[in-house]
């Protein structure tokens, strides 16, 4: 084996070896990455001397609403021929500027004021971004406001005229607290009457039509007060809280109506056009009422007129109105319609022939979640009725005495068991009428004889053979309510809190 050979190294090159240790592989492609990029700035400016393309004429094009418009570059000019060079290397002219040239014509003054005029009062997207109800039911709108607007210039001058505004012996002090007071005691009856707000969501078009009468009951009680000023506090108050009921009940159902005329997510644009042609009428009404009370008009005959105008544009409003949920009204106008035909109507007729009016002493004959006392008066009827649903979760039956049929529900229903019961409920009241109309026409000897309850009869049958149908049919209907687009919710059938426990008291 070879002798190691050894090398002898001068000191200074001994202190370099131990001062530099050997570059970690980092180091390394940190070194052949500045390398390249040295190289690569060497090779830039040749490639920089080709001749780049002139970025002159057109750039693109752009489109806004259905209109069309092309941009392009323009020289500027009394400037040189020189180029200058661009982001992207292209060769711009010294001086250049964009300039956008329309593809269509201008359009007329007037169409430029129409759209300006869209702007305000229809959403964006407009007819695609609504449901195709949105036209007539923001027309009926409209209108309801304008008189509206004419009608709050009456009532603002006849308050004005009965508080002593025109009577100079009135202190301007006595004036202010019978107005404060006045407001105060509407801002109460808003209050109050918020705790009802469960209510706006079941009978949304019938609490709506029914908050514009109220509204116009309480602009009679303002006129009212111009032929009793002396009463003007009480009646004022009367008026007020009044019109702050409505007011709340207006409001409150405002939302539910804007999103069932929106398409997408676009709420809050439905929303704000509705208010602005509501504004918008409101102005004009405003302005048309206070040019006619220059001329002294008859307070009775504006106010029947304007009255008149006001709630026939708000029945037509609510109608117009289309909902895809089922509550009481629409859920009897759906089962009615498949009982008799086999048919579930559509959205528009449901909306169309459900009742808008409902007069408070209205007898309905039909209530869900019933107390027991109410629905029977004699165990008998309810030991024979048991049996019939042991299967079920709720149980129904028929009071001959209050005219009514009453679905009790079990502790144990389910949203579907409300929706089965109620569907029930209405199969039983059509046996109940079909069967009353028979006994009426064959003219039965015991009704001339005085029978206080021409209803009471043999019902037991009626329920035993309404179970045999339900149970055949609530499913059919069910799958032919949902085709047709409506949404099936227990909670806008508003039933009672009562339950039936099926467990014994300890």
């Known amino acids: ?45 040749a490639a920089l001397e080709a001749p780049a393309p ?54 007329p003054p007037a169409e430029e004021i129409m759209a300006f005029v869209r702007s305000y009062v229809v959403p964006e997207g407009f007819p695609d971004s609504v449901t195709p109800s949105y036209v007539p039911y923001m027309t009926w709108r409209a209108l309801k406001h304008f008189f509206g607007g004419a009608m709050g210039v009456f009532t603002t001058r006849t308050l004005l005229s009965s508080v002593g505004v025109s009577q100079s ?31 706006f969501d079941n009978d949304l078009k019938q609490l709506r039509f ?49 999103k069932a005329y929106a398409r997408g997510e676009n709420i809050g644009d439905v929303t704000a056009k509705g208010e602005s042609v509501g504004n918008i009428a409101d102005l004009l009404g405003t302005g048309l009422s206070i ?75 039909v209530s869900i979640g019933s107390r027991f006392g109410e629905a029977f008066q004699e165990p008998v009827s309810f030991v024979a009725t048991r049996p019939l649903f042991e299967d ?18 079990k502790d144990q229903a389910k949203p579907d068991d409300i929706l089965k019961a109620a569907f029930h409920a209405h199969v039983l009241l059509h046996f109940i009428n079909v069967s009353h109309e028979r006994k009426r026409m064959s003219s039965n000897r015991s009704d001339h004889y005085g029978n206080p309850h021409p209803r009471n009869m043999d019902f037991l049958a009626h329920i035993a053979e309404s179970c045999k ?13 949902k085709e047709q687009g409506w949404i099936m919710s227990e909670s806008l059938l508003n039933p009672g809190k009562a339950r039936l426990c099926v467990t014994r008291p300890q």
């Open 1 to 45: 084996m070879a002798p190691a050979v050894g090398i002898k190294r001068t000191a200074a090159a001994q202190a370099v070896a131990v001062q530099a240790p050997p570059p970690p592989p980092d180091a390394r492609l940190v070194r052949e990455a500045v390398r390249t990029s040295t190289i690569a700035e060497a090779v830039a400016p």
């Open 54 to 107: 002139a970025l002159e004429g057109f750039l693109c094009l752009e489109e806004v609403e259905g209109r069309r418009w092309k941009y392009v570059v323009d020289a500027a000019p009394g400037k040189g021929k020189g180029k200058g060079r661009g982001r992207g290397g292209s060769a711009v002219p010294l001086g250049a500027s964009v300039r956008a040239v329309p593809l269509q014509s201008p359009l």
């Open 392 to 409: 079920e979760r709720y149980m129904v039956t028929y009071n001959p005495t209050k005219d009514k049929v009453y679905a009790l529900l």
């Open 210 to 258: 029914s908050s514009d009468l109220l509204l116009e009951i309480g602009a009679g009680i303002e006129l009212a007060t111009a032929a009793f000023p002396q009463f003007f506090l009480p009646m004022a108050c009367v008026a007020n809280v009044v019109k702050n009921v409505a007011a709340v009940t207006s409001t409150s159902t405002r939302t539910p109506i804007y």
């Open 291 to 365: 040019f006619i009370t220059k001329r002294n008009p008859s307070l009775v005959t504006s106010f029947a007129l304007l009255s008149c105008g006001y709630l026939l544009s708000s029945y037509h409003e609510v109608r117009s109105v289309v909902l895809n949920t089922l509550n009481r009204a629409r859920f009897t106008v759906a089962v009615d319609s498949f009982i008799k035909t086999g048919y579930v109507p559509s959205l528009k007729e449901g909306n169309s022939q459900e009742t808008i009016f409902i007069h408070p002493w209205r007898h309905e004959p």
């Open 469 to 481: 149908i339900v149970s055949s049919s609530y499913g059919t209907f069910r799958k032919k309510a």
């Open 169 to 199: 012996k009135v202190t301007p002090g006595a004036i202010a607290i019978n107005w404060i007071l006045k407001d105060g005691a509407g801002r109460v009856g808003k209050m109050l009457f918020a705790r009802q707000g469960k209510k």
